[in-house]
């Protein structure tokens, strides 16, 4: 490792790795941290990796329990957490400069959409202005975009589907994640990489309520019939069922969290229509208020940035 560079840090680090390193921190597992701060498990080990050879020493020890931080490792911590803290401050004291921002913005949304991406964006809207009434709805992904093109809410998050009805609506896309197969560890499809909907169809399939009519259409395309049996809401709902060994399921993979991991198997989903696309809708035609563009702006711009982290592509410094 390089020695301590004052100015090399200056220059190098930065505040998502600080983050980062934190996160790990507190999940002890930098897998953990990944999940946590969206981002793959192999770019956040090459982060921290870059962070150690910036500070110049070993930044956190692997113990068969997850990661510890060292003795620098504590003094980094110590000392990021100020800085956060400092940030908290300053963004409360530019709240003072967006007063001109305020009144009532209303979003619809899926859970599906809600639990891995947006809570956690609006939560950083919120405080940035917060002069801003946010108002979430839980909507199912059918009815969202009826809800944006009557006008009775401002923004709507949708995951495409199949026979989604677009007309009134003016669409943004806005993330993209995968379908995946999650079966009972043991299954005998566990240790097939892949699947196909020919490979589900024999199998008690649970299916979620948003993915019914996809996965009827995928079925009559290959010249099955699919009819459903367990039809439900809740993506962690069908999982636990899966868990329990009641059939296998078909769920977002941004919702297969990491308390899941080795009690039931994951496979890809390998269909033209398993890439999940998740889209803004705003009503036709009708010019967006202040705060909704602000909003817009937000996601778009959090989506972007956590693309290019993913994808290990290099940003300023």
């Known amino acids: 490792m390089t020695t301590f560079n004052r100015l090399h840090l200056i220059r190098q680090i930065d505040l998502f790795t600080l983050r980062l390193f934190l996160s790990a921190i507190e999940e002890r597992q930098i897998g953990l941290a990944a999940i946590r701060e969206n981002i793959a498990a192999s770019t956040a080990t090459k982060r921290i990796q870059v962070l150690e050879n910036i500070a110049g020493v070993e930044l956190l020890v692997r113990t068969p329990k997850g990661v510890v931080p060292s003795a620098a ?41 809600i639990v891995p991406f947006l809570a956690h964006e609006l939560g950083e809207f919120s405080r940035e202005f917060p002069l801003v009434d946010l108002i979430v709805h839980e909507v199912e992904n059918s009815d969202i975009v009826k809800e944006i093109a009557r006008g009775e809410a401002d923004l709507g998050v949708f995951a495409s589907a199949y026979g989604l009805d677009l007309d009134g609506v003016d669409v943004t896309p806005y993330r993209r994640d995968r379908l ?76 297969v969290g990491h308390e899941w991991s080795g009690r039931v198997a994951v496979l890809d989903l390998d ?47």
Not at 181 to 190: E, I, K, Q, S
Not at 241 to 249: I, K, N, R
Not at 279 to 299: D, F, I, Q, Y
Request: proline residues 5%; aromatic residues 2%; negative net charge.
């Open 180 to 255: 995946v197969v999650v079966t009972p560890r043991g299954h005998h499809l566990a240790e097939r990489g892949a699947v196909t909907i020919l490979d589900l169809l024999p199998e008690n399939l649970i299916a979620p309520q948003a993915l019914v009519a996809a996965l009827r259409a995928a079925a009559q395309r290959a010249g099955e019939e699919y009819k459903p049996t367990h039809v439900l809401r809740s993506g962690g709902t069908a999982i636990s069922l899966v868990h329990a060994g009641l059939g296998v399921t078909v769920q977002p993979e941004c919702l």
């Open 271 to 317: 269909e033209p229509w398993a890439e999940r696309r998740i889209h803004l809708a705003t009503p036709r035609g009708r010019e967006l208020g202040p705060s909704t563009e602000l909003l817009v702006e937000h996601l778009l711009a959090t989506s972007a940035a956590e693309t290019t982290d993913a994808l290990g592509l290099p940003t300023d410094s």
């Open 73 to 113: 490792g504590t003094i980094l911590a110590r000392h990021a957490r100020r800085i956060f803290d400092s940030l908290d401050d300053m963004r409360s004291e530019f709240a003072s400069l967006t007063e001109g921002v305020r009144g009532e913005l209303r979003v619809v949304s899926a859970r599906s959409v």
